[in-house]
């Protein structure tokens, strides 16, 4: 019984990582349309980031990640302005295309910079942990934890319920209109994608403190990232959350049930199975 | 007139990191070799070159990369890629066109028992590996009683459990958890909280560098502390234990090969000077891979001269007959084409890396039993 | 087709079918790879350039043509014929029965649906015993590359005759009307379902065989390799490359972009997949349309061709 | 029949205006003006090129010529500055947005305005003036039947407080009660001092409500005078009233 | 008897709004049926639930006394149900040519087989519609009321007998709707059912011959055009005092 506790808070707090990695990918897919095959590479610049942070300017990486998020929101608007805006308009293929051409060229840009070594970031209290009754809390998975609740929470009010929030669902479903409107949409899509990038950004800082770094990592991630958004729906951040744990819960009750090479038949298999059940997603608005 | 080795590695791509140990191995020996006058094949001198693709991590792209070496490129001889999945589609190459492979990057039983001629390779055979670890395992005091061997689904960790299972038995040891994990798996959680569960003592892990990393330290964060842990790769590489700091502490490994002065060799003196040159050139310590990837080519320039011939059938005939000293270790190949040698136990004790048991007695004591997290 | 084209089509087999009499050992493994790629850039563009759904999971395709001549050779020790029939049952039973449900998905989330069958499908095998789990498949080895060739070659010609058919048949009308608009077709009498599923598997099949040559080649088959999602992203990238939902413009892709990564990777060696990815960011950016509206259109324009892309695809 | 303006310089001023679809000249040296608080009709037959206009207007097509809005060039503006001017349309087949919510859709007509009283005030007039809107705010706007989303329409471009209204195709798809309607509204709405251009297929509607309406054809503008006038001229009522 | 269309008490619901309740009425043979009502009151649901885009919660559709509720839009096409929509849905990237053939190849009976002669049929349609100097253009280049007559053409194309209209003369000025009038009499005297969903009174009055009024997705007048339309009750939903 107390190994099923255990393992089930394994789960979720796994779930929490998993919710902050998908996030950004959610709010670029569900909102700009752009399917971003490079989400993962840029989680695991997020971590190189702040793997520098703390080795070279000693940052803890908790106090880093707005650091961390902010130079990924430059990169990502920069990148916005001056590529992706470039194709926006075209059909989907070529976002798609366009996104896997730049995860090769900044996975090999990773290798170049930052060699292919492993790295981890790792601050004293990373190993610590916090023993609730039978169970043990690692201290940095909570702490990632309590970032993707914050986040999550955080976009959803933003989208929801804010002027700028508005205006970006607004510019992703009809350009033509929200320029009519008063939308500047090249700035926006910018924001948009900065936002996302600068998620992705701060979910490669929590990642480095968990798990270790080496240039390719991303792939990987994108694809986890994808059933997460998924099977919570992309039209709101919570289901992010939702699908983030969902996920991590399913992985580690099959891990202790089953056997660990039967964790990806079950999240993939649960996301195909979601998908044909209710297309939007657990969370999301069906048509 | 120069012979020309050729090989295509792992230098970009999740492989990159292990792949520039071969690449890196090959230059330093060449090197050497061609320094010392090359070797001498009917009396006469040759110099060595070196023709390197890199084949980004893709086996389908490396086997098209060997074919372009042996029929393009009029390679004499061929060195072997990192890793076995590429070894065993990668040795086809050289049995179709009859041109020897000598490689030091794959140890799976498969790429051996399919009676291929002309594959050698210089790693030990993976079903060996925890067997000086078990040893030790029967030596210590108090012996620990239970056992989880936990191992990644590639063919070469497959073969090591394959192999490890009956030498469990053998020590009146049945595992308490035999897990076959996914490679690439991150999150080891789950299994290290059934670790904790069933109260095991040793834990033995088969896989790769980068699941090793991410074990030691869930492990500390779950608090997870058996009495000991073992792991086939990572240990001996220099990087493992700069990524982990400190918490590579108490980590068991094991190692065909330690930069020991007492490896005599032709061409570098003997393994410490290896070692240090390595270091010298590339900026980090060389290990196993790169040792085995140096007597590869070692073996190549001795089975020439042994042959008095460049002509391929013969430098097979000459590989298989081989016997010397390297900085490696005494090479010999079997009938199947694969080098036997007796890994060595190490662990990582206070940063350094510490040989611990030589497969019959204890060299340095091994830290034993590992305290508690909190307690170190 | 005009006089002329038809005589650049016959001059370029010709010249195809010549490699073995005249190519060298590389250049013909490079075409049996370079010609595989075609033939599963030729199926990608029946459902993705033709149908418009954007398959992710044409890699499983791929990976079941493999394992049925990997399993049937080794386990059940069949002929090579025997194997590939296998593969191809496989993957028709793999349209019908997942093709109905995930064809219902549209757009990304289609995608999305078959990427994760992708996963799905690797996850699996590399638990069946059967399928060597993850340790994968080693086949005996047949040195005959010319043989494979042939073969290779024959079945793109195959393939392309059949999406030939597609633009002067009803039924790649429908597909077309569908790629188009689904709503709109199905009230105007197009049995989507039935054409979505047929189209599938049609794609499928193609790429089965593909894999089941492509396995007894180069006699090594694991889950990884066999359900490879980036070589389902290439397949996508030679289409787009070429020109989707054209004959020829799939093979015009998949043989360039073949060899520009091939002398990129002999050439510049551990910087190639770099310049792989600047290459595809350059031609998504510059010819979105593919090589195919390029030869078309290039002519008039000259380089106000690339000028007038990016402005009419920038925000 | 020009018509010099009485009160200074007209609110929207377009001279010489051509624009096409690449390189496909649809416009040709359009010249029209709208004077302050007045409604004018621009009438046509199909493809005659006014929704082009329209959108030359809002700046989302190039064009050539001069457009000033109170003695403002737009043509060197994008679209959102153009908006923020007052200029606002609405554009041809509605183009709402379908996802949202009807009450998102009318906030973001309202995007550009700051004062958050006044924006929640002109919410609760549109929902007094359109009752379905306000039965179905929570409704995403793409599943409404087509009437209702004119409605909404409508409703987005009166909240961004417009100086210079311009509606294309109103009455599609409106059931006549609302069409009547709706040309109260843009009655009143011209009291309060907003300037309206109306393209409107159903000619009788349009001039009906219109003060003055401008014909245009295959990209010309071939007539212009006061509504009465342009109603009472023969060659009006056979191409466009049936009569 | 020889009603082409029956529905019967066919009512359909979206999550807590009932669009069209309990609705019963038959379409004879070459009849034109106008249906008029507010915005919102179900008639393009209607049309779909007859089509078979949707499915009705409640209730039976008849085509030619045969039940139909059970099959899907393409087999009710090919039975001779061709409709238009009212938010356009040309393929927008095919020729205006090549959307018409797409009726010609797929539409009642099965269609045509062969390629050529599907395109002559739609050069015939688009002639027929006026649309036949755009033959060759991309059905997005074409303008809203374009749109408009592409619908009707693609619809003509699949040789329905039964012709779903949703709003084809929306947009349009009094000549063209005039134009527009005279196309579907045409077909009407081809032996083809007209149902037709218009706001333009002026049209749906001279076309019809008989008028049906919803409201609130109820029925609540069925009969010739002139009682209907001055009807009490469909003043004050729909036509406004000032018209009545
Ligand atoms: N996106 C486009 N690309 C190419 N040509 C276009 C495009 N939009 C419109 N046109 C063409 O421009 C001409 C004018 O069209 P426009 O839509 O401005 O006419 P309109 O007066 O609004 O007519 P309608 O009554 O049909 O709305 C037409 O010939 C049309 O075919
Ligand atoms: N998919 C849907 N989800 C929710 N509500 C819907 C959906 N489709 C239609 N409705 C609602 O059903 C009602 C009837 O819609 P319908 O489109 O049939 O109206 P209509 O009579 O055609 O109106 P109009 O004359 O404006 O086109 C409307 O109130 C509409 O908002
Ligand atoms: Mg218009
Ligand atoms: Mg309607």
């Known amino acids: 019984m107390d190994l099923l506790a255990q393992v089930l808070v394994n789960g979720i707090l796994l779930g929490g990582l998993y919710a902050i990695m998908a996030l950004g990918l959610a709010l670029v897919w569900g909102v700009l349309n752009i399917v971003n095959l490079a989400h993962g590479a840029f989680i695991m610049l997020g971590a190189y980031c702040s793997w520098h942070l703390f ?49 090769v060229v900044l996975t090999y840009l990773a290798q170049l910079a930052f060699s292919a070594d492993f790295r981890t970031i790792n601050p004293p209290y990373a190993g610590e942990q916090l023993q609730w009754g039978p169970v043990v809390l690692p201290v940095a998975r909570l702490g990632a934890f309590a970032g993707a609740l914050v986040l999550t929470f955080g976009m959803w009010l933003f989208l929801l319920h804010t002027r700028l929030g508005r205006a970006i669902r607004a510019t992703a479903q009809n350009l033509v209109a929200a320029r009519l409107y008063g939308v500047e949409p090249r700035h926006l899509y910018a924001t948009t994608f900065a936002i996302g990038i600068a998620l992705a950004g701060a979910a490669g800082g929590l990642y480095g403190v968990v798990s270790q770094i080496n240039p390719y990592i991303g792939a990987t991630l994108t694809a986890k990232s994808f059933a997460i958004s998924i099977i919570g729906g992309l039209d709101n951040p919570l289901g992010v959350l939702v699908g983030g744990l969902f996920l991590g819960i399913v992985e580690s009750l099959t891990t202790l049930y089953i056997g660990p090479t039967f964790a990806d038949v079950a999240s993939f298999g649960i996301l195909v199975l979601v998908l044909i059940v209710r297309p939007t997603g657990l969370l999301g608005k069906t048509a | 007139q120069d012979v020309l080795l050729g090989a295509s590695v792992q230098l970009t791509g999740p492989l990159a990191n292990t792949g520039r140990y071969y690449r890196d191995a090959y230059q330093l020996a060449v090197d050497r070799i061609n320094a010392a006058g090359g070797v001498k094949v009917g009396g006469q001198p040759h110099k060595l070159a070196l023709k390197i693709y890199d084949n980004q991590s893709d086996v389908n792209l490396s086997v098209r990369q060997y074919t372009q070496l042996v029929s393009q490129d009029k390679v004499n001889l061929l060195l072997g890629p990192f890793a076995s999945n590429f070894a065993l589609a990668d040795s086809a190459v050289s049995e179709k066109y009859k041109i020897p492979m000598v490689q030091g990057g794959g140890a799976s039983d498969e790429i051996f028992s399919r009676g291929f001629k002309y594959v050698f390779g210089t790693l030990a055979p993976a079903s060996d590996y925890f067997g000086s670890t078990v040893e030790m395992m029967k030596a210590l005091k108090p012996p620990p009683k239970s056992v989880a061997l936990l191992y990644a689904d590639d063919s070469f960790d497959v073969s090591v459990a394959k192999g490890t299972r009956p030498l469990l038995k ?207 | 087709m005009k006089a002329w084209q038809r005589a650049l089509v016959v001059v370029a ?31 990608w563009n029946i459902i993705g350039g033709y149908t418009g759904y954007a398959s992710f999971g044409n890699s499983v395709f791929y990976g079941l043509g493999g394992y049925g001549v990997g399993i049937a050779m080794l386990q059940w020790h069949q002929p090579f014929w025997g194997g590939m029939a296998f593969g191809v049952a496989m993957a028709l039973v793999f349209a019908f029965l997942l093709g109905l449900p995930v064809l219902r998905l549209r757009g990304h989330y289609f995608a999305i649906a078959t990427l994760a069958l992708a996963q799905v499908m690797a996850a699996i095998v590399s638990n069946v015993p059967l399928a060597g789990q993850n340790i994968g498949l080693v086949l005996p080895p047949l040195n005959n590359d010319r043989l494979f060739y042939g073969l290779s070659l024959a079945l793109l010609v195959i393939a392309t005759v059949v999406v030939y058919w597609l633009t002067r048949s009803r039924f790649g009308f429908g597909l077309i009307a569908i790629r188009e608009n689904e709503e709109g077709a199905a009230v105007m009498g197009v049995n989507t379902t039935l054409y979505k599923v047929l189209a599938f598997a049609l794609s499928g099949v193609f790429s089965a065989l593909a894999g089941g040559i492509h396995a007894y080649w180069i006699t090594f088959l694991d889950p990884e390799s066999a359900f490879d999602i980036s070589l389902n992203v290439r397949m996508i990238i030679m289409t787009v490359f ?33 310049f792989f990815g600047l290459v595809i960011v350059a031609a998504v950016v510059l010819m979105p349309r593919g090589l195919a509206d390029l030869a078309r259109r290039v002519r008039q324009a000259g380089w106000r061709y690339f000028a007038e892309n990016v402005r009419a695809n920038w925000l | 029949m020009s018509d010099p303006a009485h009160d200074g310089t007209p609110l929207l001023k377009v001279e010489g205006l051509s624009a096409g679809y690449g390189g496909m000249p649809v416009l040709h040296e359009i010249s029209i003006e709208v004077n302050k608080a007045e409604m004018v009709a621009l009438v046509g037959g199909n493809g005659a090129g006014k929704t082009t206009l329209l959108r030359a207007l809002s700046r989302l097509l190039p064009c050539t010529g001069s457009i000033a809005l109170a003695g403002r060039e737009l043509r060197t503006l994008t679209p959102d500055q153009v908006f923020g001017l007052g200029l606002v349309q609405v554009p041809e087949g509605r ?106 297929q159903d000619v009788q509607i349009a001039l009906s409500g219109a003060d003055r309406g401008y014909v245009i054809e295959t990209g010309r503008v071939v007539l212009s005078g006061s509504a009465k006038d342009l109603v009472d001229d023969p060659a009006v009522q056979q191409a466009y009233l049936g009569m | 008897m020889n009603a082409r269309l029956e529905v019967r008490h066919v009512t359909r619901r979206f999550a807590g709004l009932v669009a069209v309740r309990d609705v019963s009425f038959t379409l004879a043979q070459d009849e034109i049926l106008g249906v008029i009502g507010p915005n919102g009151a179900g008639k393009t649901t209607l049309i779909s639930l007859v089509s078979g885009t949707i499915p009705p919660s409640e209730g039976e559709v008849l085509f030619q006394g045969h039940p139909i509720n059970r099959l899907p839009a393409f087999r009710r096409a090919r039975l001779g149900i061709g409709r238009t929509f009212q938010i356009m849905q040309p393929f927008p990237g095919l020729s205006v040519q090549d959307n018409v053939a797409v009726g010609a190849l797929f539409g009642q009976g099965g269609g045509e087989s062969e390629l050529a002669k599907a395109r002559e049929q739609a050069r015939e349609c688009l002639d027929f519609v006026g649309l036949g100097r755009f033959a060759g253009q991309r059905a997005d280049e074409l303008g809203g009321p374009g749109r408009k007559r592409l619908e009707l053409a693609k619809a003509l194309a699949m040789k329905p007998k039964l012709l779903l209209c949703d709003e084809v ?52 007048a069925d009969g010739a055009p002139d009682a209907v339309l001055s009807d009490p009750a469909v003043v004050q939903a729909y036509l406004g005092k000032r018209r009545a």
Request: charged fraction near 20%.
């Open chain 2, 170 to 376: 053998n020590a009146g040891l049945t595992p308490a958890m035999d897990e076959r994990y996914s490679s690439n798996t991150s999150d080891f959680s789950s299994l290290l909280s059934q670790i904790k569960a069933k109260n095991v003592d040793a834990v033995l892990v088969a896989g790769h560098e980068t699941e090793i990393l991410n074990f030691v330290r869930q492990a500390k964060s779950l608090a997870v502390a058996p009495k000991l842990y073992s792991f086939t790769v990572g240990v001996p590489s220099e990087d493992f234990r700069k990524a982990l700091g400190k918490d590579a502490d108490y980590a068991f490994g094991m190692t065909a090969w330690l930069p020991h002065p007492a490896l005599k060799d032709r061409w570098f003196g003997d393994a410490d000077q290896f070692a240090k040159e390595y270091k010298a050139k590339y900026g980090y310590d060389p290990d196993y891979h790169a040792a085995s990837g140096a007597a590869d080519v070692a073996a190549l320039a001795q089975a020439m001269e042994d042959a008095g011939s460049l002509e391929p059938q013969k430098v097979r005939d000459a590989l298989a007959r081989i016997k010397f000293d390297s900085l490696y270790g005494p090479v010999a190949f079997g009938a199947n084409g694969q080098i036997n040698l007796p890994q060595v136990v190490v662990q990582v004790q206070g940063g350094q890396l510490a040989e611990v048991f030589d497969g019959k007695a204890f060299v340095t004591q091994p830290k034993f039993p590992m305290p508690a997290w909190n307690a170190r």
């Open chain 3, 13 to 43: 087999l010709l010249v195809l079918a010549g490699v073995p009499w005249y190519g060298s050992d590389v250049l013909l493994q490079f075409g049996i790879n370079a010609l595989l790629l075609a033939v599963l850039a030729q199926g």
């Open chain 1, 55 to 103: 080795r070279y300017l000693h940052v803890d990486p908790f106090l880093g990640l707005p650091i961390t998020a902010a130079v990924m929101y430059a990169v990502g608007y920069l990148l916005q302005r001056g590529l992706l805006n470039l194709i926006v308009r075209a059909p989907m293929f070529n976002t798609l295309l366009l996104t896997f051409g730049l995860e």
């Open chain 5, 169 to 220: 003369m929306a947009g349009l000025n009094h000549v063209e709707i005039d134009e527009v009038i005279g196309v579907i009499r045409k077909v009407r005297d081809q032996g083809i059912s007209v149902l037709v969903i218009e706001h333009v009174i002026k049209a749906i009055k001279s076309l019809s011959d008989r008028l049906l009024v919803l409201h609130h997705g109820e029925k609540i």
């Open chain 3, 242 to 274: 070429g020109g989707a939902g054209t004959v020829f413009g799939p093979i015009v892709g998949a043989l360039s972009l073949s060899a520009i990564s091939e002398v990129l990777s002999s050439e510049v060696t551990s910087i190639a997949g770099l």
């Open chain 4, 95 to 200: 183009q709402l947005f379908g996802r949202m919510t009807v009450q998102d859709n009318l906030l973001m007509g309202g995007y550009r305005r700051g004062d958050k009283a006044a924006l929640s005030r002109d919410l609760d007039r549109m929902y007094a003036l359109f009752p379905r809107l306000g039965e179905r705010r929570r409704q995403l706007a793409g599943s409404m039947s087509g009437g209702e989303q004119q409605m909404c329409a409508m409703a987005r471009a009166l909240m961004a407080a417009p100086v210079l209204m311009m509606v294309d195709e109103m009455s599609l798809g409106l059931a006549p009660v609302v069409v009547d309607q709706l040309m109260e509204v843009l009655a009143q709405i011209r009291r309060d001092g907003v300037t309206v251009l109306l393209v409107e």
